[in-house]
Nanobody, 124 residues
């Protein structure tokens, strides 16, 4: 089993930055694909970004491409999401996810491990 614990959320003004962290425990994440999803109030959960175990392939939603950066530190068993140029529409609960490599990376049902989520609020 993998436990995921997100941190780093908060309130920020539009144009600002936040860095989310996801600390994994229970197993090393080096062999897992890791990612982030988000869910805004009243909306469906949506894919944000994913990084495969070797870090060689990274995927982003079009809505965050060029503004968000996903990275991983396998030695620290931690994944990060650097969010720059934040917009009010980025406001959501952000979830860290993990799964084995392979298959679709942008579909929430393919991820077997989820964190509790961290709230990100961007004010205009």
């Amino acid at each position: 089993q993998v436990q995921l614990d997100e941190s780093g959320g908060g309130l920020v003004q539009a144009g600002g930055s936040l860095r989310l962290s996801c600390a994994a425990s229970g197993r090393t994440i080096s062999s897992y694909a890791m990612g982030w999803f988000r869910q805004a109030t009243g909306k469906e959960r949506e894919f944000v970004a994913a990084i495969i175990y070797g870090g060689g392939a990274i995927y982003y939603a079009n809505s965050v491409k060029g503004r968000f950066t996903i990275s991983r530190d396998n030695a620290k068993n931690t994944v990060y999401l650097q969010m720059n140029s934040l917009k009010p529409e980025d406001t959501a609960v952000y979830y860290c996810v993990a799964k084995g490599n392979g298959g679709s990376y942008d579909r929430s049902e393919t991820y077997g491990y989820w964190g509790q989520g961290t709230q990100v609020t961007v004010s205009s």
